[in-house]
Nanobody, 123 residues
Framework: QVQLVESGGGLVQPGGSLRLSCTAS????????MGWHRQGPGNKRELVAT???????NYAHSVEARFTISRDNAKNTVYLQMNSLKPEDMAVYYC?????????????????WGQGTQVTVSS
């Protein structure tokens, strides 16, 4: 079983910063792409950023130049540094990642999600 546990959410004023962390644990052979998604009130879940194992990154247009995704492969952890936060960034932020795991059919890649962490941007 694989688990992703997020931390670092909270209340911040507009223009402020937060750093989210997400650490993977459990039984897996490797981790592929790791990413962050978010779901604001009344909105669909949307992609925020992804990072491949080789460090290649991808950002939603709404966050590029303000957010930075990074990962520490030795710690099985992905981070999201969020700067210049805006009220529209307020959402539950979810971590997800692709894992090389053993299944009943042999090794396979499977995608897992964390439970989410709330980010509130308000004065």
């Amino acid at each position: 079983q694989v688990q992703l546990v997020e931390s670092g959410g909270g209340l911040v004023q507009p223009g402020g910063s937060l750093r989210l962390s997400c650490t993977a644990s459990g039984n897996f052979y490797d981790i592929g792409i790791m990413g962050w998604h978010r779901q604001g009130p009344g909105n669909k879940r949307e992609l925020v950023a992804t990072i491949a194992a080789d460090g290649t990154t991808n950002y939603a247009h709404s966050v590029e130049a303000r957010f930075t995704i990074s990962r520490d492969n030795a710690k099985n952890t992905v981070y999201l540094q969020m700067n210049s936060l805006k009220p529209e960034d307020m959402a539950v932020y979810y971590c997800n990642a692709d894992f090389d795991v053993y299944t009943n059919y042999g090794r396979a890649w499977r995608n897992y999600w964390g439970q989410g962490t709330q980010v509130t941007v308000s004065s």
